[in-house]
């Protein structure tokens, strides 16, 4: 059903998890959607339902190399997200954030289109400040294993400041916190799918360190709705804004809490936490509050079952899928 008047939208990494439920969103509200990727973490699968609809095109990409097509908006999402996947080639990842962003603002200005990026709260490091607010400049080691995504998403913004700066562009910068749901990677060794995985196999859930370190977790859907109210506010908001779950979770009630759900018999193992792994993580969205109005809808218990109901789905199909406790 269209809502609004149609635009041609294009979205990278819009095979991914967070890509593939924009496209899905932009298209309900009865836009023109373009999704590129270069499949490095996404899949076909994540898109295959919209195959053959009119208004729904995918052009295999990457966005380290530069792109001419005709869009009115942007949305910049193309980065593996989870450390497993962006440490296995760090100096893609950091040019996949950083000409990626180049590229990308280039044709946004070209355009004169409005442009998105999917920033993250990695761009606050191991936080000596807690909870993160969107002044914060962060505690970031430029040496470590985690830096080629957290600097590149940190150059990424300053290229995105400099293009409004510079050449007038209209830029919207999310800082998103942690987000889980269907359609994440089952191999990822993100917490949320490796704690899923290994209690529906009855494997024992890994836990780093003690168990006391934090994370706050919002359900896919919410953050989507964050996306596309950030990208209608007025112009002179560029952001960046936090976007995530103020809620805090240790990581032993999740592990408790997705036995539970689950109905898993798995026991618990410690191992030591790896290197450059922030304590604690929780996102202040006062900001996201007052310009978006928004706040994260979609209680722990529901997003997990549903991201249980899709995990056990997909264990259905896949028989011989996994669980990677590494997060
Ligand atoms: N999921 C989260 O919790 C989270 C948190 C903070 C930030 N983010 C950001 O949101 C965006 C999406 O994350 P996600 O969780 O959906 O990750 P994802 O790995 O599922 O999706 C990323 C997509 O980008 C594609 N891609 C990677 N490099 C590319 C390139 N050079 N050219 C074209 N496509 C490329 C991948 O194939 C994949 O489809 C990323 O930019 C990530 O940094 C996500």
């Not at 600097?151 to 889980?180: P, S, W």
């Amino acid at each position: 059903m269209r809502e609004i008047e149609r635009k041609r939208i294009l979205v990278t990494g819009g095979a991914g998890f967070l890509g593939s439920h924009l496209c899905d969103r932009l298209l309900a509200m009865g836009h023109d959607v373009l999704c590129i990727d270069n499949f490095y973490t996404g899949s076909k699968a994540n898109i295959a339902h919209h195959h053959g609809e009119p208004f729904f095109e995918v052009l295999r990409h990457d966005i380290t190399f530069p792109l001419y097509v005709e869009v009115d908006e942007i949305y910049n999402l193309a980065c593996p997200a989870s450390p497993i996947h962006y440490q296995f080639d760090p100096v893609q990842t950091t040019k996949t954030s950083v000409h990626g962003a180049i590229n990308m603002l280039g044709l946004a200005k070209r355009l004169k289109a409005k442009i998105f990026q999917a920033s993250t709260s990695e761009v606050y490091g191991d936080p000596a400040v807690h909870p993160q607010t969107e002044d914060y400049c962060g505690n970031v080691n430029p040496l470590g294993l985690r830096a080629c995504y957290d600097e590149g998403k940190r150059c990424a913004e300053t290229l995105f400041m400099d293009y409004r700066r510079q050449h007038g562009l209209t830029i919207k910068v999310a800082r998103i916190f942690n987000t889980y749901g269907p359609r994440m990677h089952p191999n990822d060794g993100r917490v949320v799918s490796s704690f899923i995985m290994q209690a529906l196999m009855g494997e024992p859930i890994t836990i780093y360190g003690d168990g006391g370190q934090t994370r706050s977790f919002c359900y896919v859907d919410d953050m989507i709705e964050a996306f596309v109210r950030l990208m209608a506010t007025p112009d002179d908001f560029p952001g960046p804004v936090n976007l995530g779950n103020p809620e805090e979770t240790t990581m032993l009630e999740l592990a408790e809490k997705v036995i539970d759900l689950t109905g898993s018999s798995s026991s618990l193992v410690f191992r030591p936490l790896p290197s450059d792994d922030p304590l604690k993580r929780r996102p202040d969205i006062t900001l996201a509050r007052a310009r978006l109005e928004w706040q994260p809808r979609i209680g722990l218990d529901e997003g997990l079952g549903r991201t249980i109901a899709y995990f056990a789905r997909l264990l259905t199909d896949k028989p011989h899928l996994s669980a990677v406790p590494l997060h």
